[in-house]
T-cell receptor, first 114, second 117 residues
Framework: GAVVSQHPSWVICKSGTSVKIECRSL??????MFWYRQFPKQSLMLMAT?????????EQGVEKDKFLINHASLTLSTLTVTSAHPEDSSFYIC??????????FGQGTRLTVV | AQKITQTQPGMFVQEKEAVTLDCTYD???????LFWYKQPSSGEMIFLIY??????QNATEGRYSLNFQKARKSANLVISASQLGDSAMYFC??????????????FGKGTSLLVTP
C-alpha cells in the first residue's frame, strides 16, 4: 500500500511555544490531506481538510489561527500548533487519499504540552 | 447526529475463534464508502478493508471480511481465526459522496478487541 510518513512521532513542548508536524506522501501525489485529532480513549475527529495550493478548510470549532495548515506541494502538508497549551495535548494524525477506495494514515504524532 | 455507531466498547475472543465487530451507519447519500481500521497501542491507523455502497459482493481481505447489509445500514467486520496480534482498537468509518470528492472519513467510537490465549 501507499506510504504516508508523519514526523515527529512524539513531541514534548513548553506551554506557549509552537510545534510543527509534517505529513508526507512518499510514493504518491496527494492532492488532499486530512488532519485529525484523537484524545485518549476517543475516536478520531477531523480538524481540517488540506488541499494542495489552497487554503485549508477547517471543521467547526477548530481555530484556524491556532492550527495553521500549509499544503505547499503534492507530497507535503504541515500542521503547526501555535502557542500550544496543555489542553492541546493530543494525538494528531494525518491521512492522504489515494484513488477511490483507500485513505492511508501517517503514524501519528503524540503531542504533550507541559 | 452520529453517523457511525459502534455499540461494543470492548470485546473478548479466544485465539483461533472468529469474532464480529458491529458497525451501523447513517447517511442519505446513495454513494458512500465504508472502511475498517485497526489501531494498535502505537497509535498508527492500519487500513483493513473497504466496501463501496454500490459493491454487489461483500469485501474480503485475508482473514477480514465485511458483512455488508445495505438495507439495515450495517457493515460488520468479521475476523476469522483470531490471533493474539489482533488485540487492538478497531474503528469503522464512512466517507460520503462520490469517491473523488475529497471528503474526509467519519469515525465511530471504536471497539477494543482483546484476544485471549
Amino acid at each position: 500500500g501507499a506510504v504516508v510518513s508523519q514526523h515527529p512521532s512524539w513531541v514534548i513542548c513548553k506551554s506557549g511555544t509552537s510545534v510543527k508536524i509534517e505529513c508526507r506522501s512518499l510514493d504518491f501525489q496527494a492532492t488532499t490531506m486530512f488532519w485529525y485529532r484523537q484524545f485518549p480513549k476517543q475516536s478520531l475527529m477531523l480538524m481540517a481538510t488540506s488541499n494542495e495550493g489552497s487554503k485549508a478548510t477547517y471543521e467547526q470549532g477548530v481555530e484556524k489561527d491556532k492550527f495553521l495548515i500549509n499544503h505547499a506541494s503534492l507530497t507535503l502538508s504541515t500542521l503547526t500548533v501555535t502557542s500550544a497549551h496543555p489542553e492541546d495535548s493530543s494525538f494528531y494524525i494525518c491521512s492522504a487519499k489515494m484513488g477511490n477506495t483507500e485513505a492511508f494514515f501517517g503514524q501519528g504524532t503524540r503531542l504533550t504540552v507541559v | 447526529a452520529q453517523k457511525i455507531t459502534q455499540t461494543q466498547p470492548g470485546m473478548f475472543v479466544q485465539e483461533k475463534e472468529a469474532v464480529t465487530l458491529d458497525c451501523t451507519y447513517d447517511t442519505s447519500d446513495p454513494s458512500y464508502g465504508l472502511f475498517w481500521y485497526k489501531q494498535p497501542s502505537s497509535g498508527e491507523m492500519i487500513f483493513l478493508i473497504y466496501q463501496g455502497s454500490y459493491d454487489q459482493q461483500n469485501a474480503t481481505e485475508g482473514r477480514y471480511s465485511l458483512n455488508f447489509q445495505k438495507a439495515r445500514k450495517s457493515a460488520n467486520l468479521v475476523i476469522s481465526a483470531s490471533q493474539l496480534g489482533d488485540s487492538a482498537m478497531y474503528f469503522c468509518a464512512m466517507r460520503e459522496g462520490r469517491s473523488n470528492s475529497g471528503y474526509a472519513l467519519n469515525f465511530g467510537k471504536g471497539t477494543s478487541l482483546l484476544v485471549t490465549p
